[in-house]
């Protein structure tokens, strides 16, 4: 049971470098959305996506992009990293609206670096 | 706009003593409630929710009652076990559970 899986597990960047942040799901969930864990702040929401096609944007969305082409992969992209894009960031998935209790099931987190 | 608050940790107990992690929240509508926790080195995992006023989630021996007078969601144990040393978070949806709001996170330490 895989779950929701996110790749790299760590990266560290260069200021002004791009990278992208996979996000892959075997659930079938339609909702699938980008977090951003900072110490003393919990976590932010960056992006989310109702469905193939469908984005919004978060709390946070500044400097970061998002595509959703198929039901299983939300990649999240930073253009030009910058050191305030250091973090731990969080993809989750859920049921779509109304088949949802709710529940977000996470990754296990990709830790980013940028120097 | 939403927002969740909850108590700042540390917060450090001797196995079998009871468990208070207070959380407030400001909200438009009506939100759902949830607190989440996140074990060392893992992803957030749902520990119990509540989606109307006094409704009571649980789980696992911990409780939550959604106090919409008070604006409140205090999560409670009453004999925690150091299994359950984690950091706990407090959240909030909007109706349509597209946006989640999350408070800063309180870790729990509990010591045998």
């Known amino acids: 049971n895989a779950g929701v899986t996110q790749t790299p597990k760590f990266q560290v960047l260069k200021t002004g470098q791009s990278m992208t942040l996979q996000c892959a799901q075997d659930m079938n969930h339609e909702y699938m959305s980008w977090y951003r864990q900072d110490p003393g702040m919990g976590l932010r929401l960056i992006h989310y996506s109702v469905g193939a096609g469908i984005t919004d944007q978060g709390e946070v969305p500044n400097g970061y992009n998002v595509s959703r082409s198929t039901t299983e992969d939300f990649p999240l992209r930073l253009l030009s990293a910058a050191p305030s894009q250091t973090s731990v960031y969080f993809c989750a998935s859920s049921y779509s609206r109304l088949a949802s209790t709710g529940e977000l099931f996470f990754g296990e987190g990709s830790r980013l670096t940028v120097l | 706009g939403n927002s969740v608050t909850q108590m700042e940790g540390p917060v450090t107990l001797s196995e079998e003593a009871f468990l208070t992690i207070n959380c407030t929240y400001t909200a438009t509508g009506y939100p759902s409630l949830f607190w989440y926790v996140q074990y060392p080195g893992e992803g957030l995992q749902l520990l119990l929710k509540?989606?109307?006023?006094?409704d009571k989630g649980s789980n696992k021996g911990f409780e939550a009652t959604y106090r919409k007078e008070t604006t409140s969601f205090h999560l409670e144990k009453g004999s925690v076990q150091v299994s359950d040393s984690a950091v706990y978070f407090c959240?909030?949806?909007?109706?349509?559970?597209?946006?989640?709001?999350f408070g800063s996170g309180t870790k729990l330490n509990v010591k045998p």
């Open positions: 509540a989606t109307k006023a006094d």
């Open positions: 959240a909030l949806s909007d109706r349509n559970f597209n946006k989640f709001y």
